[in-house]
């Protein structure tokens, strides 16, 4: 079954490269791997590593997790979780602390459906961004997903009004 992930994987990833008009050794340089290496990927032939699907990804412009969950290392809610969380990261419409305090908030949500606020997955789609959610929220003095997903938002509203004494 892992052949098929990896042939699923090769067909899309030839898909994305013809989409965006590189050739396949315009591609492998680019993502920093031999020709050779990446036409056995394309042909199914190989299972990259997640390092390797990042450089690729890169080199496209395309979700690196989509890849990897193209090629079974990563769930599909994952991937979504960790897109989210890159989405808020990126916004360069809110400071670091607000990005915190949205992501705190989405965990809160998250936990109060059922599922599982995953702390290494914010790390993930925090490398790529520059933004870390775990560091900051160290320094905001937030505990992690305990503090909003008691007080509901409204503390976490509380504690964005001190910061802005611009009156």
Same mark, same amino acid.
């Given at each position: 079954m892992?052949?098929?992930?990896?042939?699923?994987?090769?067909?899309?990833?030839?898909?994305?490269?013809?989409?965006? =008009?590189?050739?396949?050794? =315009?591609?492998?340089?680019?993502?920093?791997?031999s020709n050779p290496y990446l036409s056995?990927?394309?042909?199914?032939?190989?299972?990259?590593?997640?390092?390797?699907? =990042?450089?690729?990804?890169?080199a496209l412009r395309i979700s690196a997790e989509t890849l990897y969950v193209r090629a079974g290392i990563?769930?599909?809610?994952?991937?979504?979780?960790?897109? /989210?969380?890159?989405?808020?990261?990126?916004?360069?419409?809110?400071?670091?602390? =607000?990005?915190?305090?949205l992501l705190q908030i989405y965990d809160s949500f998250r936990k109060e459906n059922g599922f599982e606020p995953g702390p290494e997955s914010g790390a993930e789609a925090g490398s790529g961004t520059g933004g870390e959610s775990g560091p900051g929220a160290g320094a905001d003095g937030h505990p992690g997903a305990d503090g909003p997903r008691r007080a509901g938002g409204s503390d976490?509203? /509380?504690?964005s009004k001190p910061s802005k004494p611009s009156h």
């Open positions: 892992a052949s098929l992930n990896v042939g699923n994987l090769g067909e899309y990833l030839r898909e994305q490269r013809r989409n965006a =008009q590189l050739s396949l050794r =315009q591609l492998a340089d680019a993502a920093g791997v056995q990927i394309e042909r199914g032939l190989r299972k990259p590593s997640a390092e390797v699907l =990042q450089q690729v990804a890169k990563l769930d599909e809610r994952e991937r979504e979780e960790l897109e /989210t969380r890159a989405v808020i990261l990126a916004d360069p419409s809110i400071n670091e602390r =607000q990005k915190n305090v976490a509203d /509380t504690a």
